[in-house]
């Protein structure tokens, strides 16, 4: 039952062929991504590097030589990634380094992590690449960064837009990191259901041929009562059928009695809901997304069994329906070799027959 199941999320997603209002030149690139190149059959494993712009050099203390440039673009040539992602200045100092077969794309935004006091930092992304310079290390796509529900939100659009134009007038793709930033859904949990849910909606109207967003996270005690106010104050008036999104939250007394057991270890609320209500939950998010490809984020650094929660965490994405992953310092943050292990682990999920898309 629960193969009929995947099956049907699968059928439901936009084939390649079905994609009439690309153009030849986006299809082609799109075609090499999920079917040349990663696990193939239509689905989707990239390699991002942006660790120096987003979050500092501080890492290389602890991860030595797998942050460097070189290493990531070194797993890159050795491994199977539908695409790699490099920030501006990577893809031109280190163009020829990499496998002129792998499949580029190019973040031409960013923001230089200087403190959660700066404000200047946050929430805004500022562009420091062009369409042009990502034509001319010879990209696929180009990557923008939109926070939905940031000050910003506005004027980012208008920003998307441009790009997007220009991106799609010389036949790249445009790749949306959707993520929900701000006042509210900071205060209601960013990466809860409904925010995923609209970013992913927001990247559709925003005209991305793939979105990247966050995977739907359990909203802990501390935000509950905030995410519940605001929808029912701001959504279920409006759309009743709204508190969806809270009846697929566990009980917040389930969430305090969870609390009180752990003695002071980290808590992991994502654990209080079984893995088929973690397919349910992505399910929506992928839903939303039409005729736009959805990959998932790796997330933050696994702590622990990387191997089970990057197995784990990759069939619940696939059983929802989304094309893939897009996955990070869970790679590259580890010797080279243990890298190319964990994306094979990926990888030999990702090609399950019941996830093979049609093209």
């Given at each position: 039952?629960?193969?009929?199941?995947?099956?049907?999320?699968?059928?439901?997603?936009?084939?390649?062929?079905?994609?009439?209002?690309?153009?030849?030149?986006?299809?082609?690139?799109?075609?090499?991504?999920?079917?040349?190149?990663?696990?193939g059959?239509?689905?989707?494993?990239?390699?991002?590097?942006?660790?120096l712009?987003?979050?500092?050099?501080?890492?290389?203390?602890?991860?030595?030589?797998?942050?460097?440039?070189?290493?990531?673009?070194?797993?890159?040539?050795?491994?199977?990634?539908?695409a790699?992602?490099?920030?501006?200045?990577?893809?031109?100092?280190?163009?020829?380094?990499?496998?002129?077969?792998?499949?580029?794309?190019?973040?031409?935004?960013?923001?230089?992590?200087?403190?959660?006091?700066?404000?200047?930092?946050?929430?805004?992304?500022?562009?420091?690449?062009?369409?042009?310079?990502?034509?001319?290390?010879?990209?696929?796509?180009?990557?923008?960064t939109?926070?939905?529900?940031?000050?910003?939100?506005?004027?980012?659009?208008?920003?998307?837009?441009?790009?997007?134009?220009?991106?799609?007038?010389?036949?790249?793709?445009?790749?949306?990191?959707?993520?929900?930033?701000?006042p509210?859904?900071d205060?209601?949990?960013?990466?809860?259901?409904?925010?995923?849910h609209?970013?992913?909606?927001?990247?559709?109207?925003?005209?991305?041929?793939?979105?990247?967003?966050?995977?739907?996270?359990?909203?802990?005690?501390?935000?509950?009562?905030?995410?519940?106010?605001?929808?029912?104050?701001?959504?279920?008036?409006?759309?009743?059928?709204a508190?969806?999104?809270?009846?697929?939250?566990?009980?917040?007394?389930?969430?305090l009695?969870y609390?009180?057991?752990?003695?002071?270890?980290?808590?992991?609320?994502?654990?209080?809901?079984?893995?088929?209500?973690?397919?349910?939950?992505?399910?929506?998010?992928?839903?939303?997304?039409?005729?736009?490809?959805?990959?998932?984020?790796?997330?933050?650094?696994?702590?622990?069994?990387?191997?089970?929660?990057?197995?784990?965490?990759?069939?619940?994405?696939?059983?929802?329906?989304?094309?893939?992953?897009?996955?990070?310092?869970?790679?590259?943050?580890?010797?080279?070799?243990?890298?190319?292990?964990?994306?094979?682990?990926?990888?030999?999920?990702?090609?399950?027959?019941?996830?093979?898309?049609?093209?």
């Amino acid at each position: 039952m629960e193969e009929d199941k995947v099956k049907a999320r699968v059928e439901k997603r936009p084939k390649l062929k079905e994609l009439r209002h690309l153009e030849k030149a986006r299809v082609r690139k799109l075609y090499r991504m999920v079917y040349e190149h990663g696990p193939g059959n239509g689905t989707f494993l990239g390699l991002p590097f942006d660790q120096l712009v987003e979050h500092g050099p501080a890492h290389e203390f602890k991860w030595e030589r797998s942050a460097k440039p070189e290493s990531v673009i070194e797993l890159a040539n050795k491994g199977n990634f539908s695409a790699l992602v490099l920030s501006v200045g990577q893809s031109q100092k280190y163009q020829h380094d990499i496998d002129p077969k792998i499949p580029l794309i190019v973040k031409l935004d960013g923001h230089f992590y200087t403190g959660k006091d700066n404000q200047a930092n946050y929430p805004r992304h500022t562009m420091f690449g062009s369409v042009e310079d990502a034509i001319r290390v010879g990209a696929d796509g180009v990557g923008l960064t939109f926070y939905l529900a940031s000050e910003q939100t506005g004027e980012d659009i208008e920003r998307i837009g441009k790009v997007r134009d220009e991106a799609h007038k010389n036949g790249l793709l445009l790749v949306l990191w959707s993520y929900p930033r701000g006042p509210v859904p900071d205060k209601t949990k960013a990466d809860s259901l409904l925010w995923c849910h609209y970013a992913v909606s927001a990247a559709e109207s925003l005209g991305a041929d793939i979105v990247k967003t966050k995977f739907p996270s359990v909203v802990e005690p501390k935000k509950r009562k905030a995410y519940e106010e605001f929808i029912l104050k701001e959504y279920a008036k409006k759309i009743s059928e709204a508190e969806k999104y809270i009846k697929l939250e566990p009980e917040e007394k389930e969430l305090l009695k969870y609390e009180e057991s752990l003695k002071g270890e980290k808590p992991n609320y994502d654990s209080l809901i079984s893995f088929e209500q973690h397919v349910e939950r992505a399910s929506i998010v992928v839903g939303a997304a039409g005729r736009t490809m959805v990959i998932f984020s790796g997330g933050a650094k696994v702590k622990g069994e990387a191997k089970k929660a990057l197995e784990d965490s990759t069939r619940i994405i696939m059983d929802a329906g989304g094309e893939g992953r897009i996955i990070g310092r869970n790679f590259w943050g580890v010797p080279i070799e243990e890298g190319l292990e964990l994306s094979n682990v990926v990888t030999k999920i990702m090609k399950g027959p019941q996830y093979r898309r049609v093209f």
